[in-house]
């Protein structure tokens, strides 16, 4: 079975940074992209950044963070990063990883990770 793990959430004040880490495994498993998901309470799962190593390889983000989140992936080891920098206090969430398929208007993750907590306060 594919297993997909978050790691590196945490508290920090608002202004700080956190790096998130993603790791997808399994029996022959791959993926063609990497992307990553935030959830608040009582709101819906909305997209955050990608990274793609498919047809339409690049890197994607939400308005919401462009400038001051940054993505990263490796195709070959089935992993990825979330740099988050300058954080305010509406990023609090579970953030979540999903191995899929993204581009401009593909949102398609595949697998869900167990999600890891950012709290930003004061």
């Known amino acids: 079975q594919v297993q997909v793990v978050e790691t590196g959430g945490g508290l920090v004040e608002p202004g700080g940074s956190l790096r998130l880490s993603c790791a997808a495994s399994g029996r022959n498993f791959s993926t063609n992209g990497m992307g990553w998901f935030r959830q608040a309470p009582g709101k819906g799962r909305e997209f955050v950044a990608a990274?793609?190593?498919?047809?339409?390889?690049?890197?994607y983000y939400e308005n919401f963070v462009k400038g001051r989140f940054t993505v990263s992936g490796d195709k070959d080891k089935n992993t990825a990063s979330l740099q988050m920098d300058r954080l305010k206090l509406e990023d609090t969430a579970v953030y979540y990883c999903?191995?899929?398929?993204?581009?401009?208007?593909?949102?398609?993750?595949?697998?869900w990770g167990q999600g890891t907590q950012v709290t930003v306060s004061s």
């Open positions: 999903g191995p899929g398929n993204y581009g401009v208007y593909l949102r398609a993750p595949d697998y």
């Open positions: 990274v793609s190593w498919g047809r339409e390889s690049g890197t």
